[in-house]
């Protein structure tokens, strides 16, 4: 086991956070595979301080792009507290907040839709988050229509990168929150990869398509540099046991919307 305590380290003045993770393991599902003959896939994450800023995950669905931001959340909380962490060698500078936007659910007792949540959260993220923070968005946008959802995804991510908009931290140059940024939005990739270079990563998850079926993928849960150029969906709703005679139906539907499945990252 390559479990040891980290280094937890003090930026200088003026500096942004620092995160730097060679073959960090989730800790939960490490625990698990002990007694299991299947390791954990291994994955490596550098943000900061004055470099890369946020890294845009892309990938198939059930490709492991939650598990693999979770992971690197986690291995910070765990440093800070103390723990020996799963890793090949780790740093990170003293964070003062990990922030988390994840998942779906409503609050129906307060009037609010899920929807309405997620982007609640959201805005409490960015009001709180400050050039030493961590802030995880996971799919944001994904609650509403394409269109909508697409905006408010990459509008969010150009507004992090932009950081800070104003105020006593804008005067002193400070550099933005480092970002880990999920999304099945392809165009945002794009988008933010032309107007943000410097500041901005692109990663996939890496996976397999079998040529002669496209829709029959192995994932390989390995983050690598680049953008995958299909979130498979097709492939899930299989595994899910959506009657055939449905999916090949979507994917004809798909096909003619010019949204067909790729089968290779771009």
Known sequence: SDYGRRGVVETGEGE?????????????????????????????ARLGSRGVSALVVSGPNMGG????????????????LGCFVPARSFR??????????MGAQDALPAGLSTFQVELGEASQILAAATCRSLV??????????TADGLAIAMATLKHL??????????????????????THYHEVLAEVGRANGEK?????MDH???????SRVTYLYKAREGTCGSSFGFSVALKAGLPLKIVERAKQLSSTQGEGEATRPE
């Open 136 to 145: 995880i968005l996971d799919e944001l946008g994904r609650g509403t229509s």
């Open 16 to 44: 942004g956070a620092l995160v730097e993770i060679e073959d960090g393991r989730h800790p939960l599902l490490d625990a698990a595979a002990a007694d299991s003959a299947r390791p954990v896939v291994p994955n490596t």
């Open 65 to 80: 792009k939650t598990v693999y931001i979770k992971q690197c959340a986690l291995l910070c909380l765990m440093a800070h």
């Open 161 to 182: 990168l932009a950081w800070p908009q104003g105020g006593q931290q804008a005067e002193q140059g400070l550099p933005c929150p480092l970002v880990f940024f999920v």
């Open 92 to 101: 990170c500078s003293v964070l003062d907040g990990i922030y988390v936007r």
């Open 208 to 214: 397999l398509v079998d040529p002669a079926e496209g």
């Open 200 to 204: 901005v990563r692109c990663l996939y």
